[in-house]
């Protein structure tokens, strides 16, 4: 199988995540003198085998990919999105080295935002494409533009297990906009291109990146497929990789047969560096996105005009005072090794010393997880609460952590 190579590398585990009770082998963390080290250190978990090796690839069968059609498209999105939806058609495209027959001189890169509830707390996420349209590209002659239109005005992955959520609250803000909306699944994946060894490639921006003295056009065309579907850099931020949409039928371009894994892996991989997605972890309807450091992820543009929710947001940023955040953690046992499948979503953390509740475990899997912890707990020792003191938890501080959040 295509994972094999990775199992070997990586042994026993399960996700205990809010809503999911997927299991799969456990992951056991070594340094390796061999490996490159510029990738742990860019890694926010340190040395462990994910950051070490690479690049991994994995369809991520926890998104769906919606499609959306119609004029109005951008101006709905704008009153319902966390983010800036005008830069997906007024901000400067990313220029490509070289155009070819199935890439346009320019591509747009894709956004990450959030849509809120009236009280401004979180319901979904979306990672927003602006696809390539025949008409953008040289036609099979090379001489001209194409002539028909190839994709929906935009496309958005979301968390799979919401879409008819999503799709019933578009519809109620729908109103008399004219735009439309479809589940594309069958047609089209989400997929990731993640691990330490990627951050060490380099890359050159809206594309995979190559070194100088290279086939330029031919690097172009390789990190996209025939259809102009293409890799983007992950808007987020930087640790986290590329990330596609492209048809289910086919592999993307830039995966070969030894790199493609389990979607679990990806998890860990967003685990170690400190970045929930999708309601299951970023809890719907309760989440406030400053605690969820939505803003440190490009998900939230404090310039634009009025959105559902806004206001909460705009008075808690502007306020400057966040008390908690979610943070990555390791569970560790006394002796200070990493303990697997021992802690459980919902479990309380505590002051060691003092037995405070400091914070909830919010995600879990192997020895790592996601924290809502209290800032002042950061240089504290902690626990797990409810007569598992013996359980230590090590909350770390991401490499793209603002400083200010300090």
């Not at 921006?205 to 100088?212: D, I, P, R």
């Not at 303990?339 to 909830?360: F, L, R």
Request: hydrophobic share 35%; charged share 25%.
């Amino acid at each position: 199988m295509a994972a094999a190579t990775v199992w070997r590398l990586l042994g026993g585990g399960g996700y205990r995540g809010r809503g999911c009770a997927k299991n799969v082998r456990s992951f056991s963390f070594h340094s390796s003198p061999s490996f490159p080290s510029r990738a742990s250190e860019l890694s926010s978990g340190g040395p462990t085998l994910l950051a070490e090796k690479g690049p991994f690839a994995c369809k991520l069968s926890s998104r769906a990919v919606i499609g959306f059609e119609g004029e109005d498209v951008i101006k709905f999105l704008q009153g319902l999105t966390t983010n800036n939806m005008n830069k997906l058609e007024q901000d400067s495209p990313t220029r490509l080295p070289h155009p070819t027959l199935n890439q346009p001189a320019v591509v747009q890169p894709p956004l990450y935002t959030a849509i809120l509830n009236p009280q401004g707390r979180f319901l979904f996420d979306m990672v927003v494409f602006k696809p390539v349209q025949s008409t953008e590209k040289l036609d099979r002659s090379g001489t001209g533009p194409g002539s028909e239109k190839s994709a929906p005005k935009l496309v958005a992955d979301v968390d799979a297990e919401s879409v008819s959520d999503l799709f019933a609250h578009l519809t109620r803000h729908k109103l008399r906009a004219k735009i439309s909306f479809s589940d594309m699944s069958k047609e089209l994946a989400v997929w990731q291109r993640f691990g330490g060894a990627l951050e060490c490639e380099g890359d050159n921006e809206g594309s995979v990146g190559w070194g100088a003295g290279r086939d330029v056009a031919g690097n172009t065309s390789a990190s996209s497929n025939v259809q102009g579907w293409r890799w983007h850099k992950d808007p987020r931020t930087g640790c986290l990789g590329f990330r596609g949409i492209f048809p289910v039928e086919s592999t993307p371009p830039l995966i070969d047969a030894d790199q493609e894994v389990d979607e679990q892996y990806y998890l860990l991989w967003r685990l170690e560096q400190g970045i929930p997605e999708g309601p299951a972890e970023i809890r719907g309807g309760e989440a406030i996105p400053l605690e969820y450091n939505l803003e440190g992820l490009n998900a939230i543009d404090f310039d634009k005009g009025c959105y559902v929710g806004q206001e909460l947001v705009a008075r808690t940023h502007h306020r400057g005072v966040i008390r908690k955040r979610v943070m990555p953690v390791i569970f560790l046992d006394k002796d200070g090794e990493e303990i697997s499948e021992a802690v459980s979503h919902g479990a309380e953390i505590v002051d060691a010393e003092s037995s405070k509740k400091m914070g909830t475990v919010t995600t879990a899997l192997g020895s790592r997880g996601f924290a809502l912890v209290r800032l002042e707990a950061v240089s504290k020792r902690l626990s797990i609460g409810g007569g598992m003191a013996s359980i230590q938890v090590k909350v770390l501080r991401p490499k793209w952590w603002l400083h200010q959040w300090d």
